[in-house]
C-alpha cells in the first residue's frame, strides 16, 4: 500500500542545516522526564489518597454526582480540535527562529480565543441540559432534583474554566517548560485534595461546596499557566487574533481531531460490548484488569511529553542526525520504562493481584486478562515515539488510517473471541489488535520518513531489552514456582526481579547505557572534588 501524501502544515523530508539561533534555553529531556514523572506520581497520590475520604464525608451518592462531571469532562475533551498538540508543535517549531517570536505569541493569543469561546459554548450548552439531566437522566435517592440541578450548573462554570487548561499545558510542553507545568500542576492537585476536605470537613459537607472549591482552584491554575505562558512568548508584545494561523493549522488539527476520536472509539468498543456480552461478575474482573494495566501509561507519557517537542524542534530546524539519534534515544528510553513493568505483571499476574487484593479470592482468569492486557498495552507504548516522530512532521493520516483500520477489526474480533473464550478472549483481541496497530504504524513511519533506521529501531531498540527482560523475569518466575514463601516475601522477590529487569533493560540499550554511565562519572567526579576541597580544609 503506497503511503499517503504530506499534510502541507510540514514538510515530511527536511534540509540539514537550521537557518535561525534558538529563542529560549531549552532544558534537558533528563530534567523533563523526571519533572513529569514526578507530576504523574503526585497527582495519582492526591487522587489515591482523597478520594476515600470524599465519600465518607459527602457519601456515597454526593460523590456519584461528581463522577457526572469526570464523565461530561471526557465527553467534551475528546473534542478538543487537536489544539493542544497544535500549539505544542508550533511553538516547539518556532522556539528556534529568531524572527518568528511575534509570531508566537500570536499564534497563542490565536488559539486562546478559539478555546476560551469554545469552553463558553460547552458551559451554555451544559448550562441549558442541566434540568433535563437532574429530572430525567440522574436518578438520585436522597438529593433532591434542584440541589443536582444546581451542582451540574456549576459544573458547567467548572468545564468552562477547566477547558483551557490542556491548551497553556499543550504551549508550555511545547516549549519545554515542563517543570513549570508539573509545579503548577502539583501544587494546585496538593490545593484541591486538601482544600476539599478542610472546605467538607469545617464549612459544608456538600457536594455543591466541594465542586466550587474546585472552581476556585482550577481558576488559579489556569490563571497560573496562562500568565507563565504568556512571559515566555509576549516579550515582542502582546499577541493578536490572526486568521492565517487558523489557516494554517487547520490541516493538523483537523487529522489530529479525528484520529483521536477514532482511537477513542477504538479504547471503548471493547467495554460497550462485554458490558452487554459477559456476565456483570466477569465484566468486573475485566475492568479491574483494565484499570490495573493502564499503569503503564503512567510511565509511558512523562517520556512522550518530554520527547515530542524536542524531535518537533529538530525536525523544524532540519537537524537530520540529531533527529535520529534523539529518537533512538527516546524509544530506547521507552522501552526501559515500560518493558520491565509489563513483562514482570504478565508473569507474576497472579501473584499481584492476590497482593494487591490483601488476598481475596479471585477468579482465575482475572490474572489470564491482566497479563495479556498488559502486554497490548506493551505493544501500543512502544509506538509512542513512532507516532511522536510522525506528527512532528505534520503527519496525521497514518495514524487516522490504522485506528480505522482496528476499529474495523475490533467488533467481529471481540464478538468471536468473547464467545469463545470470555473475558480472556477479549483480552487476547485487544493483545493482537494492539501488535498488528503497533507493527503496521511502525512499518508504515519507517517506510516513508526514516527508510534505514526501521531494522535498528526493532533490533536494538525493542528485541535487545526485550530479550534481557524476559530472560531476567523468567529466571524470577522459575525460581517462585521453586520454593514455598510467604506473602512479604513474594512481594519481596517480585520487587527484586521487577528492580533487575530494570537493570537488564538499560544495560541493554546503548543510548540509555551512555547515559547511565555518563552519570555515574558525574556522581564520581563531584565525589572526589567533594572529597579533595574536604582534605585541603583539613
Not at 529501531?457 to 527482560?469: G, N, T
Request: with cysteine.
Amino acid at each position: 500500500m503506497c503511503p499517503p501524501e504530506p499534510d502541507n502544515a510540514a514538510e515530511v523530508k527536511v534540509s540539514s542545516n537550521s537557518q535561525h539561533s534558538p529563542v529560549f534555553a531549552i532544558p534537558s529531556v533528563k530534567t523533563n522526564i523526571i519533572a513529569n514523572l514526578a507530576g504523574h506520581a503526585w497527582t495519582s497520590v492526591m487522587m489515591l489518597v482523597f478520594v476515600p475520604f470524599y465519600i465518607s464525608i459527602m457519601g456515597a451518592e454526593s460523590y456519584g454526582v461528581v463522577g457526572i462531571y469526570i464523565s461530561l469532562q471526557s465527553i467534551f475533551f475528546a473534542l478538543d480540535l487537536g489544539l493542544p498538540q497544535s500549539l505544542n508543535r508550533e511553538l516547539a517549531h518556532l522556539c528556534g527562529q529568531k524572527a518568528d517570536r511575534r509570531r508566537m505569541a500570536d499564534t497563542v493569543r490565536t488559539l486562546e480565543l478559539v478555546y476560551w469561546s469554545t469552553g463558553l459554548l460547552i458551559a451554555l450548552a451544559v448550562l441549558a441540559a442541566s434540568r433535563f439531566l437532574a429530572y430525567q437522566w440522574v436518578n438520585p435517592e436522597t438529593l433532591s432534583p434542584e440541589s443536582l440541578a444546581h451542582a451540574i450548573r456549576i459544573m458547567a462554570l467548572l468545564l468552562c474554566i477547566k477547558w483551557p487548561v490542556s491548551l497553556y499545558t499543550g504551549g508550555l510542553n511545547g516549549l519545554q517548560r515542563q517543570v513549570a507545568v508539573n509545579i503548577i500542576v502539583g501544587v494546585t492537585a496538593t490545593l484541591q485534595g486538601f482544600g476539599a476536605i478542610g472546605i467538607l470537613w469545617w464549612v459544608d459537607p456538600t457536594v455543591n461546596a466541594f465542586l466550587m472549591w474546585q472552581v476556585f482552584v482550577t481558576l488559579l491554575q489556569v490563571i497560573s499557566l496562562r500568565t507563565v505562558l504568556n512571559r515566555a512568548v509576549s516579550s515582542a508584545g502582546s499577541g493578536r487574533f490572526r486568521p492565517d494561523v487558523l489557516r494554517q493549522m487547520w490541516r493538523f488539527a483537523a487529522g489530529l481531531t479525528a484520529a483521536s476520536l477514532v482511537a477513542m472509539v477504538l479504547t471503548q468498543v471493547d467495554k460497550v460490548l462485554l458490558s452487554r456480552m459477559l456476565p456483570l461478575a466477569d465484566f468486573g474482573i475485566y475492568t479491574f484488569a483494565t484499570a490495573v494495566a493502564a499503569v503503564l501509561y503512567r510511565l509511558i507519557a512523562p517520556v512522550f511529553t518530554s520527547y515530542y517537542p524536542r524531535l518537533t524542534r529538530l525536525v523544524a530546524a532540519g537537524s537530520v542526525q540529531e533527529t535520529i539519534r534523539t529518537y533512538h534515544q527516546a524509544s530506547q528510553v521507552i522501552a526501559v520504562m515500560v518493558l520491565p513493568a509489563a513483562v514482570a505483571g504478565a508473569f507474576f499476574s497472579s501473584e499481584i493481584l492476590i497482593l494487591w487484593t490483601s488476598g481475596r479470592e479471585l477468579n482465575a482468569e482475572a490474572a489470564v486478562v491482566l497479563s495479556l492486557l498488559l502486554i497490548g498495552n506493551l505493544f501500543h507504548g512502544l509506538a509512542h515515539i513512532p507516532y511522536a516522530l510522525q506528527i512532528a512532521h505534520g503527519w496525521t493520516r497514518l495514524s487516522l488510517y490504522i485506528n480505522c483500520i482496528g476499529l474495523v477489526l475490533a467488533g467481529p474480533a471481540l464478538y468471536w473471541g468473547v464467545t469463545r473464550y470470555g473475558a480472556s478472549g477479549a483480552a487476547g483481541c485487544w493483545c493482537g489488535i494492539s501488535f498488528l496497530l503497533t507493527l503496521l504504524g511502525v512499518c508504515g513511519m519507517h517506510f516513508r520518513l526514516l527508510p534505514e533506521e526501521r531494522n535498528r529501531w526493532f533490533l536494538q531498540d525493542v528485541l535487545a531489552p526485550f530479550a534481557a527482560v524476559v530472560l531476567v523475569t523468567g529466571c524470577g518466575r522459575l525460581l517462585l514456582n521453586e520454593i514455598d514463601v510467604s506473602r512479604l516475601q513474594t512481594a519481596s522477590l517480585i520487587l527484586f526481579t521487577l528492580l533487575s529487569g530494570y537493570a537488564a533493560a538499560a544495560l541493554a540499550c546503548r543510548e540509555v547505557r551512555n547515559q547511565v554511565v555518563s552519570l555515574l562519572m558525574r556522581i564520581r567526579e563531584r565525589l572526589a572534588a567533594t572529597e579533595h576541597l574536604h582534605q585541603q580544609e583539613a
